[in-house]
Antibody, heavy 120, light 109 residues
């Protein structure tokens, strides 16, 4: 089955760190660009970060630049998001999302998400 | 970064046609994609490009674009179409930034 499964979410204090993981299966992970997209409780979707299929090209939203680091391990079919200096406004469900081979800036496969709560 | 604007809520009678719109400067240059999200679930891509549906998406979903406005049309809305709908595109600045609309909650009456 083609799927993405996120893990690593939880409760963290402001200023703390957390590392999210996304396990891919059912497709050739190394061939696809990947992204993280988040959704604050009751709010809309917000793009967070992009990584190319090889990992050589990376982009971030201004809201997380300098604090978050995206990475991938194609041998392990896994995507990661290292989140440092967390703020209350980073509280959200974090989804990993695949860009399809028919074009960028869109997402054809999403995980179920993992909830990150930043609170003291 | 550019913004995409959607109406917060739209309603449609069962079996009727509804159009959900998305406005933004980036849409003058780039096509929007559309996602359906039901409560507690991940978004699902329903329309991309000029008017393309991923496999498994019913043909009652269609997309169009004119000027700075993209539209998602559901022809013959079904009860299961009740959901939040989001548009997205790339930022018009030329940087690799992705933008989403604020979402439209569709109610099927």
């Amino acid at each position: 089955e083609v799927q993405l499964v996120e893990s690593g979410g939880g409760l963290v204090q402001p200023g703390g760190s957390l590392r999210l993981s996304c396990a891919a299966s059912g497709f050739t992970f190394s061939s696809y660009e990947m992204n993280w997209v988040r959704q604050a409780p009751g709010k809309g979707l917000e793009w967070v970060s992009y990584i190319s299929s090889s990992g050589s090209t990376i982009y971030y939203a201004d809201s997380v630049k300098g604090r978050f680091t995206i990475s991938r391990d194609n041998a392990k079919n896994s995507l990661y998001l290292q989140m440092n200096s967390l703020r209350a406004e980073d509280t959200a469900v974090y989804y990993c999302a695949r860009e399809p081979d028919y074009g960028p800036f869109r997402f054809d496969l999403w995980g179920r998400g993992t909830l990150v709560t930043v609170s003291s | 970064s550019s913004e995409l604007t959607q109406d917060p809520a739209v309603s449609v009678a069962l079996g009727q046609t509804v159009r959900i719109t998305c406005q933004g400067d980036s849409l003058r240059s780039y096509y929007a994609s559309w996602y359906q999200q039901k409560p507690g679930q991940a978004p699902v891509l329903v329309i991309y490009g000029k008017n393309n549906r991923p496999s498994g998406i019913p043909d009652r979903f269609s997309g169009s674009s004119s000027g700075n406005t993209a539209s998602l049309t559901i022809t013959g809305a079904q009860a299961e179409d009740e959901a939040d709908y989001y548009c997205n595109s790339r930022d018009s600045s030329g940087n690799h930034q992705v933008v989403f609309g604020g979402g439209t909650k569709l109610t099927v009456l």
